[in-house]
């Protein structure tokens, strides 16, 4: 499902947001926390388990149509930890946006993650890069074909995780 763009204009409370989410994913949604900051847009955290990652992003889609920023990722070596940041309320005026970043815990054996860009075309960067430099799969994601790494003949090729330092194998 794709959304279609509709933003809205009056943006729902940020506190509102996070109870709705606390009570739609109760213990699922670890340590959700709203952080907010004169200077900045007020930034909710959560951790949560891949199985509700597409769950979580349509109930983003019942407040505002979700803006996929970037989606990001790091070897803690038992684990993976991916980042996925949306916002809402855009369209809201100034301060009444709302940034989200949503992190799911992936255990090292675990390399297969649902895909986004059923969604959000615009994830399909962020996920090929990650097949490349964290050795993950996406389901779903139609085109897996690598941006970055090449072999010694200039054709690409998908790298391992092993090839974080940059080598060649």
Do not use: N
């Amino acid at each position: 499902m794709i959304y279609a763009p509709e933003y809205v204009i009056q943006a729902t409370d940020h506190r509102e947001v996070l109870s709705c989410l606390e009570g739609r994913f109760g213990a699922d949604l670890e340590m959700p926390q709203l952080k907010e900051g004169e200077a900045q847009s007020p930034i909710l955290t959560a951790t949560l388990p891949k199985a509700r990652l597409l769950e979580f992003v349509d109930c983003l889609a019942e407040f505002d149509f979700p803006h996929f920023r970037a989606l990001s990722g790091e070897d803690l070596g038992e684990a993976i930890l991916l980042h996925y940041d949306f916002a809402l309320f855009r369209s809201a005026g100034r301060g009444k946006r709302l940034e989200i970043s949503a992190s799911v815990r992936l255990p090292s054996g675990d390399r297969l993650m649902p895909s986004l860009v059923g969604r959000f075309p615009s994830a399909e960067y962020g996920e090929r890069e990650l097949i490349e430099t964290l050795g993950l799969d996406f389901e779903g994601l139609p085109d897996k074909s690598p941006l970055f790494t090449f072999d010694d003949r200039g054709r690409r090729r998908v790298a391992a995780p092993c090839d974080l330092d940059g080598g060649v194998h």
